[in-house]
């Protein structure tokens, strides 16, 4: 028997509706499905809660909201190498495959194994101190993000990749993304879509203040450094935009390639190309 492990979303007005439909058709199914005790008791489904869920075995974790809700189950059993599917109810949807009026017919595909598993290059921070000790932070499926995190003035930043440094500049901040992250933050801000298979990392500057700095598109294995300058006293990193950590004036961060991918549950009816005409170009045809 199967044990799926469900993540829905309390702040989403229809996930009540979604979890309702979910354990309904699962009900007299060889599955087995499991919830955080919170959201079980939240959603008034106790039988379905467990304490720790993130260390229970699982063959498969479902979320249930937007591809923020799904980035975040993806962090909570990415060490576990847990392939993770999501149920879209959020806006756009570029990673959460399952839309509501697919929700049985995709159910009924995962129990019968008919879908396929995309590894995704995941995202390791860490923060390297005047000591020269380095700190993990932790990982990201979109990007890593180096930014002001009040009204402090404009930063003073050094890129350097592997052993060689590249430049000092000023900017608001810099986005260190994975290709599945071309399409979030990093396109906002002016960077190239990527396919979500290309082996790199794209670095896109925020605002720059000046013409030499441009989104640079790098080798999967290289390592990026991003000295922050200590005249500076407010300065953030985020992780998917979920998590986020202070740091300090001459700290500096070093984002790599994770040696574990993360593993996202995809399905033959759909491609990247057909996700991006939907999502983005579709109203413009």
């Excluded at 229809?14 to 354990?23: E, H, K, P, T």
């Excluded at 229970?56 to 993770?84: E, N, Y």
């Excluded at 960077?191 to 203040?209: D, E, K, S, W």
Aim: charge should be neutral; proline fraction near 5%; hydrophobic fraction near 40%.
């Amino acid at each position: 028997m199967q044990r799926i492990a469900v993540f829905p979303n309390v702040n989403k007005a229809q996930a009540d509706v979604m979890l309702s439909r979910l354990l309904n058709f699962c009900k007299d199914k060889p599955v087995e499905l499991v919830l955080p005790r919170d959201e079980s008791i939240f959603f008034g489904c106790k039988a379905y809660g467990r304490d720790g869920i993130e260390q229970l075995p699982m063959d498969m974790a479902l979320s249930i909201g937007g591809d923020g809700t799904l980035l975040g189950v993806c962090r909570r059993v990415g060490s576990k190498s847990v392939p993770v599917c999501g149920i879209n109810i959020g806006t756009l949807g570029f990673l959460a495959d399952i839309e509501p009026d697919e929700l049985e017919m995709k159910m009924a595909k995962i129990l019968a194994g008919t879908y396929r598993i995309e590894e995704r290059l995941l995202l390791s921070g860490y923060v390297k101190g005047e000591d020269g000790k380095e700190r993990f932070l932790g990982n990201a499926i979109n990007d890593v993000v180096i930014t002001k995190g009040g009204v402090a003035r404009m930063l003073h930043l050094g890129l350097s990749i592997n052993d060689t440094r590249l430049m000092d500049y000023k900017a608001d901040g810099i986005i260190v993304s994975s290709p599945t992250g071309s399409t979030a933050y990093s396109l906002s801000a002016g960077g190239p879509i990527m396919n979500p298979t290309v082996r790199a990392l794209l670095l896109t500057p925020i605002c720059a203040h000046t013409f030499n700095l441009r989104p640079l598109v790098v080798n999967e294995n290289d390592k990026i450094h991003i000295h922050i300058a200590a005249v500076h006293q407010d300065i953030i990193v985020t992780f998917d935009g979920q998590e986020s950590f202070r740091l300090l004036p001459g700290e500096e961060v070093i984002v790599k390639k994770s040696s574990m991918p993360a593993k996202i549950v995809k399905f033959e009816d759909k491609d990247y190309y057909k996700t991006l005409r939907t999502k983005l170009w579709e109203n413009n045809l």
